[in-house]
């Protein structure tokens, strides 16, 4: 695939991360030294996943055969030609199908924070983007179109069929507006671990290095204590504490999730409310109100329990620059805590550093 550069009509905002010249050598990249890449980027939950497919290849398997079979159609190109009939690309003729030509597009998948109504279901959004490569005002590829899902793609082929062309400029819903506020950052994050310079030009979200490794040390669990107790907590007992937390952190896998159950213990001394799953508003009202000190009342529809009370709670603590969270214990209670809402995004990166599970309600 030769790639030309051509000044009009195309996706190539000179200040937008999103655009030809950012994608083309990270396409270059996956083409030409390893296809498929898994790292971290700082803020986006868990691992982000970028891996270069290719019509007809990619499906040239049995369960590929099936699902394209079950979408009904006979083989891969019928599928692209109908992704491309969503994007406004030209389609593929008999004739150029009967050459047997490979056409590549970047998949790159990661999670971002929930919408509204995930909330009330879910812990964190799958986003995946895929980019297909066109024409604009050229006879060679200088352009991409960008198809985009918020679903597992438990059916890769009707996964990619689902998938809804997204306008960069115009996102039509908050899962979109999220995906590519995230999307920008994962960009950034590919370029920086690949080695791939970006143009001056581009206004980044961020000037750090999103790749950057942070060794955990016992200084990772004291931040990480300070954070979840907003520094209510003395010093001395953070220090021996944080020793604790690390010796066990470098114990054998197997073992250490074993010794994490103990860390539960101390965590809920230290301003937590232990709650069986099922609860009740006036629970929430009372124990949320001792964790911060003040008095926490909050609307909410008539039988209204548990889970779904998260949003009116989390409406009300955030008027006072709190979010509720609790930490996995990998059993059917509740063990919640109130963060500052600041200190949200950090807390949920040491919470991956040290393996000590938090989650976002």
């Keep these: 695939m030769s790639f030309f550069s051509n ?21 270059s990249y996956l083409y030409n030294q390893q296809s498929d890449v898994e790292f971290k980027v700082k803020g986006i939950q868990e691992n982000v996943n970028v891996n270069l497919f290719f019509f007809p290849g990619s499906f040239d398997h049995e369960e590929g055969y099936a699902e394209i ?27 150029i199908i009967q050459e047997g030509l490979e056409y590549d597009f970047i998949h790159i998948q990661f999670y971002s924070e929930p919408t509204a109504d995930e909330k009330k279901f879910f812990k964190r959004s799958i986003k995946n983007f895929i980019i297909f490569f066109c024409c604009t005002n ?34 039509k819903n908050e899962s979109q507006e999220i995906g590519l506020r995230d999307f920008k950052v994962v960009l950034q994050g590919i370029c920086q671990y690949l080695n791939i310079e970006i143009p001056e030009t581009v206004e980044l979200l961020s000037n750090e290095n999103l790749i950057e490794f942070e060794e955990v040390t016992t200084k990772t669990f004291e931040e990480f204590i300070n954070l979840v107790s907003r520094g209510d907590i003395d010093k001395k007992e953070i220090k021996e504490q944080a020793t604790v937390l690390f010796e066990n952190y470098k114990k054998p896998e197997e073992d250490y999730y074993d010794a994490i159950e103990g860390h539960f213990e101390f965590f809920e001394g230290i301003d937590a409310w232990n709650s069986d799953w099922k609860f009740d508003p ?16 909050f609307e909410y529809p008539e039988d209204t329990y ?12 955030e008027k006072r620059g709190f979010e509720l969270m609790s ?28 393996k000590i599970e938090i989650d976002q309600l």
């Design 327 to 354: 930490y996995n214990t990998n059993g059917d209670n509740y063990l919640f805590f109130v963060a500052n809402k600041n200190d949200v995004g950090r807390i949920l990166e040491l919470s991956e550093l040290t």
């Design 282 to 297: 006036e629970d929430a009202e009372y124990f949320i109100s001792e964790m911060i000190g003040e008095d926490l009342n």
């Design 138 to 171: 050229s006879l060679e590829i200088n352009d991409f179109k960008l198809l985009y899902s918020g679903r597992h793609f438990f059916d890769y082929t009707q996964g990619l069929l689902e998938s809804e062309v997204i306008d960069v400029g115009n996102p």
């Design 306 to 317: 548990s889970h779904d009370l998260f949003p009116y709670i989390q409406s009300a603590l």
């Design 7 to 27: 000044l009009f009509g195309r996706n190539n905002d000179p200040k937008s991360i999103i655009s030809f010249d950012v994608i083309e050598p990270i396409y």
């Design 69 to 95: 079979k079950k979408a009904g159609f006979n083989n891969s190109y019928e599928v692209l030609n109908e992704l491309y009939k969503k994007m406004n690309i030209s389609t593929l003729s008999e004739e």
